[in-house]
């Protein structure tokens, strides 16, 4: 398995509480404290992981999004990426950019690079879409073993113990494949002082979807960012009797 | 998770000292002390005579050395001459803490151990390593590591870290402390104290056969069972004829394998904060500033592993 890509997206940290616009046209995102996405981070780290393993020879981080991308590139390359490619989106674009316009452009990537692995985060904390290392796959029409607790690598290829409902679910792919990691797959390292120093030197390759020959105008239209509505506060209630007359008064039962 | 947020800050380096006005309120430290907002003014780089023996680094700009690889087993003349520096070091740093009082300038105390060191003979091992401007690092509250001296007084409940590393006869010896200035607060008291005993229990577990990752593993426990945080950013380090060489120290739980064998010098330099452990580096390149504006301290000692247990180089003699 020569060659990792591991996907990383830049969202907002996941300890800032998020505020809506007063537009209502989406989020705070202006001088809000952004980072990895966290199971991004668990990705990155499995990759390196093989690296130092000896079972991938390279690990390439890509990101796509606007020029603060770069960010969380070279915080990749700080925990032991080898190399970064920033997909540049411009701003505006990037609002409406959507998990489908992002697989085409990995899997583009995934071929021009000739990765025999791709690993994504399982979902981003901003969106929860839980979608791009699952299309990404089904373009490239490659297996996906999604929701990953361990991944190990056979002669055949990998054994991927997936987190299902219920339990845990051992399954054997082929590669070149597509996995998205999950929680407990890993704990990831911190960037130390000399990784940081190391990572300013290692190349990032700047690239536009129409290179990539990847069509990004938006396909949705953002009606309204709202905040959930304000949770009415409960009513305690002296008994059972008095419970199931609010209940029946309430028209609940 | 997102522990390693917010490097991006360390990769651009575009944070300006005006910049911290947005990290605003202090979290995790509730104590009572000057939070550092800004830098202030260095002085032009101080005169190093002739005859001192300087590094290599002093005629040509280089990177900060590299701390991968094997670490390197010390004959018994190197061990010799890495006492001597570790003395020396050790001396300076006390008598540079006996000047932290209410008042005078990090400045002053770089002055002043500028002129000690030269005095021994020695050369300031920090002075253009990797571009550092000045003879010592003085980092004060909640500054992690690597402050440059400069014309800030020091102020009535400061904490302040001064790394003292000298080269002498071919050899570098590191080690810190951080010293209370006049009346420091109960949180900021502990946090020193806290941290003093992190090392000396670091040092206690060394030895030879003994996993580097023993450090990082005690360091982890250490801070959760006193909640403070240990700043990651920032690794022990292989030292000798070299400032920082293999094997490196990381003072967070880890896996790493290495063994610790008789032979080997390495600094143990543990920086533990109040609040969270991440760090921005400002500017200046170089001054390491927490990003929620917590205290931290430091201590660190260049030690040796010997036949049968360690020997701290730079103890006070």
Redesign the interface.
Known sequence: MARVLVGVKRVIDYAVKVRVKPDKTGVVTQGVKHSMNPFDEIAVEEAVKLKEKKLAEEVIAVSVGPAQSQEVIRTALAMGADRGVHVEIPAAEYELLQPIHVSKILAKLALDEKADLVILGKQAIDDDANQTAQMTAAVLDWPQGTFCNKIEKTDAGLTITREIDGGLETIKTKTPAVLSADLRLNTPRYATLPNIMKAKKKPLKKVTAKDLGVDTSPRIEVISVEDPPVRQAGATVADVDALVAKLKEGGHI | ????????R???QKTTTRNLF?FGKVKGDTGKYEQIVSTGQVSPERFVPEEIEKPAYYFKNM??G???GSPEIKTQDQIDAMRLSGRLAARILRECGKLATVGITTDQIDAFAHERILESKAYPSPLRYAGFPKSICTSINNIACHGIPDDRQLADGDIINIDVTVFLNGYHGDCSKTFRVGDVDERGGFLVEATKSCLDQCISLCGPGVEFNEIGKFIDRYCDEHDLASI????GHGIGSYF?GPP?I?H?Y?EIPGKMQPGMTFTIEPILSLGGAEIAVLQDGWTAISLDGARSAQFEHTILITETGTEILTRDQ
Not at chain 2, 232 to 235: H, K, L, N
Request: proline content about 8%; overall charge neutral; cysteine-free.
């Open positions: 998770m997102g522990r390693i947020a917010l490097l991006n360390l990769m651009s947005q990177p900060p590299n701390t991968l990651a950013a920032f690794i920082h490196e990381l967070y880890n």
